[in-house]
């Protein structure tokens, strides 16, 4: 019975010993009820084995749409840029507070690359990562653009392909709070 | 110099002027050999402008590839296209026009250029058709370094303390009680078996002493480690991306709703898809500290539409919830107060132990910002008097009900 205990219980107990309390950062730990901590649902960006392509995150069944979005009609091209400008308009008021709120948008989307003043001298330009200059914001030519362009290529994206299209982050509200802000906002820093 | 003077000594009065002419002649050449390159390092600059539109050798972009581009058009042409290419097109001039039906009838804007600068750019162009690599015109000396020079103290204190911070995470997590735990256990039953059995030791009070601060330790580090049980604070799994928040954040300076931006509206901050990283990464294809093997992921898993499967690092047990909407939208909560120093990290680490007593210490100690504007707020119309009275000064989430066993268990 002795020899039992020396030679194996000890050895076993303090392997889980050492094991329980070894807290290595690639292990999340152990928890007390695990029925309780791991769901029995699936979380949103979890495997999902009833869905063909396996993901929980599933676009929007094909022909409907969700609430508060609508589908997007113009192609990346320079003439769906044409008829979007001539099609789409601001529905926002330029006041204080849209204009506000466009600020803090374009310094989290717009700021990185067009920079906080809007002349095409963003960060990531200036430390040259991007070798191509970023379009100036506060010239002329995107000044005299209809508003509906803008739009345009925020959501698109530029014709070019060096801007992505932003359609997916930004929602349009606040694209269309982004372009009040560079319409009233920047335009003071030219 | 000593070898040119004998020369000139041997060469006698001839042997000079010759000599003189061929210095001459040689530094014309070298002005006119350098004069290009300088103009070429400006035109580069200058190019950077084009290139949202424009390769050279790269093919077709919005517009046409320019390689060669002296070569096919007058310089005239060139000039006054880059000036108004509109104009030309009205007026009718065939190759203009036959550009501009080619390329989907996107005009080019106009530029304000001088003679000058338009020459430093096809100089730059016609060098870059050829295959020669310009070098960058000088950097302009700017005020910007006289500014960050101001506040380099201010940078390192802020890098110091956060260091420490980050230092005493790693304490933390990396408490080991292992040896003490089993140590204490042996001497536990070791006099407890002496006490009881073998009597070894003849005064008792010794094994008595010994019994109470083993025991003592053991209790300690068994509820120490049973709090720790369920909680995840130091876990910082590999991830199937070498990605670097330091370098995103730090470095780059993108903000961090540019990525996880659903934030403000959502339960989850939001994982960006691979679209998104190629936002900055159709560029940026090589990476200062990993070159080209993990940005090669991103591609690699646009081109086979397979997801890529970050490692979740910040976990709430399922019976939890959680929106982050409501406390960074609603709250205006930093990320940092929950997540840490995010942007000094390589690889991300559950700074915070998310535990229950960490919320709601967070909610007895936190005011509720938009109390007055909010319309939201209206209908905790006690408070709003109390307020109005004077007789509380502030309203914490707990007075609102933030802390009521519904709010996120349920």
């Known amino acids: 019975m002795k020899r039992i205990i020396k030679y194996f219980l000890i050895p076993a107990l303090m392997l889980i010993i050492f094991n329980a309390c070894n807290h290595k950062e690639e292990h999340p730990g152990w928890v007390y009820m695990p029925d309780m901590m791991y769901s029995e649902a699936y979380s949103a960006y979890s495997e999902n084995p009833n869905f063909e392509d396996g993901k929980t995150n599933q676009p929007p069944v094909q022909g409907t749409i969700a609430r508060g979005k609508a589908p997007y009609p113009y192609e990346r091209t320079f003439q769906g840029q044409q008829s979007a400008g001539k099609e789409l308009h601001n529905p926002l008021e330029a006041n204080e507070e849209n204009l506000a709120m466009g600020k803090e948008q374009y310094r989290i989307f717009c700021a990185s690359c067009h920079g906080e003043q809007g002349k095409g001298d963003g960060h990531l330009y200036t430390s040259k990562l991007f070798t191509a200059k970023p379009t100036s914001l506060v010239d002329d030519y995107v000044q005299e653009k209809p508003d509906g362009e ?41 | ?17 010759k000599l003189s002419l061929l210095l001459f002649i040689n530094l014309m050449l070298l002005s006119s050999f350098n004069l290009p390159a300088q103009n070429a390092r400006q035109g ?37 296209f880059i000036r108004n290419s509109q104009a030309m097109i009205q007026a009718g001039d065939p190759i203009a026009v036959e550009l501009f039906n080619e390329y989907n009838k996107v005009p080019m804007a106009s530029y304000d250029y001088t003679d000058e600068q338009i020459e430093s750019i096809l100089t730059y162009i016609s060098a870059k ?68 059995v073998t009597k070894f030791i003849k005064a008792k009070f010794v094994n008595v002493i010994v019994i109470i601060i083993t025991g003592v330790i053991v209790v300690e580090i068994t509820v120490r480690e049973a709090i720790a049980l369920g909680r995840q604070e130091g876990y910082s799994p590999e991830q199937p991306i070498w990605f670097s928040h330091k370098v995103h954040v730090q470095q780059n300076k993108i903000d961090c709703r540019y990525c996880h931006h659903t934030v403000d509206d959502s339960k989850h901050a939001g994982f960006p898809s691979a679209q998104l990283c190629m936002n900055c990464h159709n560029v940026v294809k090589e990476g200062s500290r990993t070159g080209k093997t993990e940005i090669a992921k991103i591609y690699d898993a646009i081109e086979n539409n397979k997801p890529i499967e970050w490692v979740k690092v910040h976990n709430l047990p399922d019976h939890v919830y959680f929106s982050h909407a409501q406390h960074t939208n609603i709250g205006q909560i930093d990320c940092a107060v929950c997540h840490g120093p995010v942007e000094e990290m390589d690889k991300v680490k559950q700074l915070s132990d998310l535990s229950m007593g960490w919320c709601v210490n967070c909610h007895r100690e936190t005011n509720v910002t938009q109390f007055e504007t909010n319309t939201f707020y209206k209908h905790y119309t006690e408070l709003h008097e109390k307020l109005k009275s004077g007789e509380i000064k502030e309203v914490t989430v707990q007075d609102i009900g933030g802390n009521d066993c519904q709010k996120c268990h349920y």
């Not at chain 2, 517009?63 to 006054?80: I, Q």
């Not at chain 2, 292992?178 to 006099?191: G, T």
Request: glycine content about 10%.
């Open chain 2, 44 to 80: 580069k600059k200058l190019f950077q402008e084009c290139a949202a539109c424009h390769t050279i050798g790269g093919g077709r972009l919005v517009g046409p590839d320019l390689k060669g581009v002296n070569e096919r058009r007058d310089k005239e042409w060139l000039y006054s």
């Open chain 1, 150 to 190: 803008i739009y345009h290529v925020i959501t698109m994206g530029s014709l070019s392909g060096l801007m992505g299209a932003h359609g997916a982050q930004i929602s349009p509200g606040e694209r269309w709070k982004i372009i009040h802000y560079v319409k009233n906002g920047l335009s003071e820093n030219k």
């Open chain 2, 1 to 17: 110099m000593d070898d040119s003077h004998s020369k000139i000594r041997i060469l006698g009065f001839k042997g000079v002027t």
């Open chain 2, 129 to 196: 058709s050829e295959g020669k690599e310009v070098e960058d015109a000088a950097p302009e000396t700017s005020k910007e370094t006289e500014e960050s020079g101001e506040t380099v103290s201010e940078k390192a204190d802020k890098e110091i303390a956060l260091q420490e911070e980050m230092a005493k995470h790693e304490l933390e997590r990396d408490r080991n009680y292992s040896p003490a735990f089993w140590i204490s256990i042996l001497l536990l039953v070791l006099s407890i078996f002496d006490l009881a």
